[in-house]
């Protein structure tokens, strides 16, 4: 054996050699599917992926067909799976999605679009969700017409992420009541989700959620994050476009200089820009439209784009723009019109001109390292002899005589076989 698959642990003062691949192993541990839980994923699969035709035997009392009630139902299954933490559960959902994509031809193309929307808690997130979604799915066919090739999605799906208590861990998952209107449309689909302790805004599956939701046939998914900070950006990596979300009075020119969520938002929205608070929210916007004057974006982004959406001929107009700040009411619909028009003309740009495509890429990297990381977690705690080896760690550090830093440092040897500070990287 090579000393970068060799464990060392000592017992009974004799030293002992496993393999680390053994440990991070499944397939000796690991129950095989039953018939039954795979006859379910078929099932499910097939749900997802159906469409409606001619053939579809009626609606129900809400215009909702049979099959479409469906493909909801399984959605809500699949997705229930990709979030549970039972290991069954999780390989049941690692098939699915394997299964899916593989039955999804030109599955790197799908006519999806993801809206990230984020913001302090109490701006309104939701309010303005449910708003921007009703004013999408009820863009009529002369409109469409008039704007050939324009993206108007005719079925939208909208993930909602509640937090979770730090006590209990349990969700209220009440963001659902504030889009009453928007959960009773036939086009749209509601599902809330609980962050389940994971920081960044969303909930540790939310990547996976959204992309079983495009393989149903959303063509777009708009994803609303929990109250969030100046640091907490992990929406940029699951989105096409980052939509912040601030309240009048929110912050002043200073505030918005400052490095964190505001750099890497793609556009900016003060809501409640109605009533006595209009002024104020003006005021807002000027202040961080003034900021955003030092927060460019890299090239390729919003420059080189005139108004109307064509690519700029001088080649001086392809530097990068800063991100535009505008205002909406989500309480009397006031600037979302102009809000889509912005939404519709980034998502041509992204398309055209393979951004969207080079984004997904990135974004398919980025899940695949944190996955991996949750996943070395959580397999070196339920490992027996890691955890025997912890509590001999802990010990010292309860003592002082190990840093905190030092004693990851002592587990993660133990787990690997070679020292973290190995420069090489190699295992």
Known sequence: MTGSNILHSKQNGQFSIHSSRQLFSTSSTSPSLTEGEKETIDRLAADILSRNNDNDDGVNDIGISSKDMSRRIALSKAITLVESKSHRK????????????QSTPDRNNLPSFRLGIAGPPGVGKSTFVEALGLYILGLNEEQSQQQENCFQPEKLAVLCIDPSSYVTG?????????????SYNPQAYVRPSPASGTLGGLGSYTYDAASLCELAGYQMTII????VGQSEVELAECCDLFL??????????LQGSKKGIVEVADVLVVNKADGEMQTLARQTASDYKRAMGMLRKPAGWWGGRKENGEEEKDSACKAPAAPPVLLVSAKTGFGIPELWNTVVNYQQYAQSSGYHFEKRRLQNRYWMWKYLRERVLETSKKNPRVKKRAEEIQSSLDSGLLAPRVAAGELWKHIVGTSVDSEDGQL
Do not use: Y
Request: aromatic residues 0%; proline residues 3%.
């Open 224 to 227: 609303e994050t929990v109250g």
């Open 90 to 101: 999780r390989l049941m959902a690692d098939m699915l999605l394997d299964k899916l994509r």
């Open 244 to 253: 912040l979300m601030l309240a009048p009075g929110g912050g002043d020119e």
């Open 170 to 182: 349990g969700s209220i998952l009440g963001d659902k009541t504030r889009m009453t209107h928007l």
